[in-house]
């Protein structure tokens, strides 16, 4: 096969093993600079503001009956000593009667 002017190179080492631990750095440098950016506030009076106007909302009438429905059921299975499955099984017929 002299003169047909094709060579065969054979890899003696894995090229994709030399390459892992860069593409790992890389991976892990692309992932935390957005958490970083995100980490630090730019004003903590403008971070605050949302959570002060989650605070002042008020629960809606359905949640407040809710809740009463909760508390009552909650009440009585803590006087049966109730806990596990049975304790689940009695919240879950409680708030469906009320």
Do not use: W
Not at 92 to 97: A, D, S, V
């Amino acid at each position: 096969m002299i003169g047909t002017g094709y060579t065969t190179v054979i890899p003696t080492e894995n090229v994709a093993l030399k390459s892992l631990p860069v593409l790992l750095a890389s991976l892990a440098l692309a992932c935390s600079t957005p958490a970083l950016a995100r980490s630090a506030p730019q004003d903590s009076k403008a971070a605050e503001a949302p959570r002060a106007a989650k605070a002042k909302r008020q629960p809606s009438p359905a949640q407040l009956a809710q809740y009463e429905r909760m508390r009552s059921c909650n009440a009585t299975a803590r006087s049966q000593s109730l806990s596990g499955a049975p304790r689940k099984e009695f919240m879950r017929g409680c708030l469906r009667k009320h």
